[in-house]
């Protein structure tokens, strides 16, 4: 066990009730009663020290468990049979997360510590208000377009959201709370795309599609207009509010695709990319298929597969659901083939996060120095921009909002108007 790891874990039982340990010989009854002849409190012992620390080290995660049993002179102990337990992180984890602090200021990075010590998935319900699930009926299937929405205020603008490959809505989870922080006013649209997440294709008897899915750009970039348009007249909106769509790995080719397609309208004010350029996304598909032969196929559980993440964190091309990458292999290059071009010339404002300049490609470094788009890098961030630092992310996605809003605009009064009398 590591001197950051020892640390860690004392600060985290230094906070437990300051209870002593029962003598094994001795009952809870006789315990209590020679407890009332005394006011002490007797501190915690410290945990054990590994003398082999190499082989503590080289594990990433620990429990501890302990069962306090309270008395009358400690109203506030825990409740007897509690347990306690405890999950470790490696130094490599608690080291990046203090880094972040200190570098940061950000008080929310504190919060990642103590989720550590849980494995239990959060409700949806704890980032998001509404779910839709939206029909829309093809000649030959019927699709059904789940989201994860917050509904935005008067005037609000719509920040749409599009998750990448193996992932869904939920991945915008963590940013999608920092961002109403930063904009309380707007609303979330966070998609499932079809063969992800809740989102359900069936075939004109009503059976459900299993694979494979059609997953070309142009069915996904439909999609993505189809399931914001829905949501509009679900809602009775006369006309779509100002929009921004975010696109995190595969899908920043989509709301790149519908920027440049003009699927949307007016109401686009501009579109943000995180973490995905053609040129090297394309040479990281080639090694693909040789880095998911290591990887597992199943977990036992979701809580194993989260344990699992934690201690083989994914690189910085790689993604989460291993078995789409297989299944849509032969899309890599429709998904991607383009992207640059696209990017540089849609309407619109442009934004691009990585968490590398090596990232970017020919096309983007002329277009960057052009000043054709805001670039933003987030070098101490992994793949997932989005979820690694929500906080920031949002803050740069609101201020890029800030700067794209057209109706903070004040433009000066046409010659005609200027002419008329009430000018003069």
Known sequence: ????????????????????????TVTIEENQLAEEDTDELQALPEPEQDEDSSSASSASSASSTGTIRPNSKHLFARPTGFVYLLYLPSQ???????TRTSIQGATTDLS????????????????????YYLDIVHPDETVIHHAYVKLPGPKGPLFVL????????LSFA?????????LPNCGVVSVDARGHGETVVKTPNGEIKGEPYDLSLDVLSSDLTNTVKLLQARLGWPEL???????HSLGGPIVTDVAWKGTLGHSVLGYAVLDVVEGSAMDALQKMNSYLATRPKTFPSLASGIEWQKQHPFSHFAQQHLRTYLMTEHYWENWFTGLSRKFLEAKGGKLLILAGTDRLDKELMIGQMQG????QVFPDAGHFIQEDQPARTAM??????????????????????MLKPEHK
């Not at 054709?372 to 670039?375: D, E, F, H």
């Open 372 to 375: 054709k788009y805001q670039l």
């Open 241 to 247: 509010p100002n929009m921004v769509l975010v696109g």
């Open 162 to 169: 599009h998750h990448g490959a193996g992932s869904s809505g």
């Open 112 to 131: 990642l510590l103590l989720a550590m010590t849980s494995l239990n998935p959060l409700p949806w319900t704890d980032y998001f208000t509404q779910e």
């Open 396 to 417: 740069v996605v609101a201020d890029f909002y800030h700067r794209n809003d057209r109706s903070a605009l004040v433009l000066p009064p046409k010659v005609g108007e």
């Open 92 to 98: 490599q984890e608690i080291t990046k997360v203090l």
């Open 1 to 24: 066990m590591s001197d950051l790891q020892r640390s860690f874990a004392k600060v985290k039982l230094a906070g437990l009730p300051a209870e002593p340990p029962l003598p094994p």
């Open 174 to 182: 963590l940013f999608a709370a920092e961002l109403l922080k930063a």
